[in-house]
């Protein structure tokens, strides 16, 4: 199963809440030439909860905690990881048999990323090794991001833009695992910067992230590096 040789192509937008992940999907949507062949998966808050992944949902959100932090994280890890082998085995699968491009707003990095610190932080060890460990563990079941769009560099921004969307302030725990991880993104893009294309908020404006991203889906750059 590991490495399936897929037709079609899994791409990902990564980063931190108020980055802009929603607002590049819905723009990509309607401007993307090619749309019978292009699948866009919504982040776990903007789907459908029904069946079993709704289930799986309330297990993790029960204490309605914004990172569903339950003080278990491996536990966590295992419940989330649950939850995108069910969005990936009931949609994503499918549409890369079939030979389309699907775009996963946040995927398996999203959860390597954020239990890599919270594993780290109450059982200790290298959040870096933890997160490849997650993510490899992952990609053990399914197929993993060929190219993924990280949104990142001004966390202040993030936060803010976060926060007036859901209309709930961020408590200072939450505003520090997030900052946290909007710098760990960076690092452990820069690990891998043959899959990351790096999109800095703070210096790009959003006509040109839109650009370069479209360049990439339509396979016009799919080899830039930045």
Do not use: C, W
């Not at 990509?28 to 090619?34: D, T, V």
């Not at 959100?61 to 009931?90: A, C, Q």
């Not at 695992?177 to 710098?183: E, F, P, Q, R, S």
């Not at 908020?201 to 396979?219: F, G, K, P």
Request: glycine share 6%; proline share 3%; charged share 30%.
């Amino acid at each position: 199963m590991k490495g399936e040789n897929m037709k079609g192509k899994l791409l990902s937008l990564e980063g931190i809440s108020g980055t802009g992940k929603t607002f590049y999907r819905e723009q990509l949507e309607k401007n993307i030439s090619n749309k019978e062949n292009i699948v866009f998966i919504k982040e776990i808050f903007n789907e459908v909860q029904e069946g079993l992944n709704k289930k799986i949902f309330s297990a993790l959100y029960h204490t309605e905690d914004r990172f569903f932090n339950m003080g278990v994280p491996l536990t966590e890890t295992m419940l989330l990881l649950s939850r995108s082998m069910y969005k990936y085995e009931s949609t994503i699968r499918q549409a890369l048999e079939d030979g389309k491009t699907v775009i996963e707003d946040r995927s398996i990095d999203t959860i390597a990323l954020y239990q890599a610190i919270l594993i780290a932080q109450k059982n200790g060890g290298n959040p870096l090794e933890i997160a490849e460990k997650i993510y490899s563990f992952a990609g053990s079941f399914r197929q993993l991001p060929k190219r993924t769009f990280l949104l990142y560099g001004n966390p202040d921004l993030a936060i803010s833009r976060a926060e007036k969307r859901d209309g709930i302030p961020y408590k200072p725990d939450e505003i520090k695992l997030l900052k946290a991880v909007d710098k760990f993104y960076s690092i452990y893009a820069d690990t891998h910067p043959e899959r990351f294309i790096k999109l800095d908020i703070s210096r790009e404006d959003s006509n040109q992230i839109l650009l370069r991203m479209q360049n990439v889906i339509e396979e016009k750059k799919l080899d830039e590096r930045r």
